[in-house]
């Protein structure tokens, strides 16, 4: 864990009382929201294409036990599906 010496510590409060003193003009408020939200941004869109990634690689590993397991459960509730694909046209119809 790296800390700051008192020297640093003081600087950087007097940065900050500095800061505080003068304030923000609203362009440097958007811009620095704007920021915000590009970092926000790009964190997601990386975490997301891991987890796309992740997903991929196991399907294509167990792509065979994936369909087994999907027609093992299409055929065990067959008329569930059916009452419920049914009922689904119903509402569609009207």
């Not at 939200?37 to 790009?42: D, F, I, L, P, Q």
Request: zero cysteines.
């Amino acid at each position: 864990m790296q800390t700051f010496t008192p020297e640093e510590l003081a600087e950087l409060a007097a940065f900050d009382a500095l800061v505080d003193a003068e304030g923000l003009t609203q362009e440097e408020i958007n811009n620095s929201e704007a920021l915000d939200k590009e970092v926000k941004r790009a964190r997601y869109d990386n975490a997301t294409r891991k987890e796309y990634a992740r997903h991929r690689a196991y399907y294509q590993a167990n792509k065979e036990k994936i369909a087994a397991h999907r027609r093992a459960y299409l055929e065990a509730n067959k008329e569930t599906i059916a009452v419920n694909r049914r009922a689904y046209y119903e509402r569609k119809r009207k």
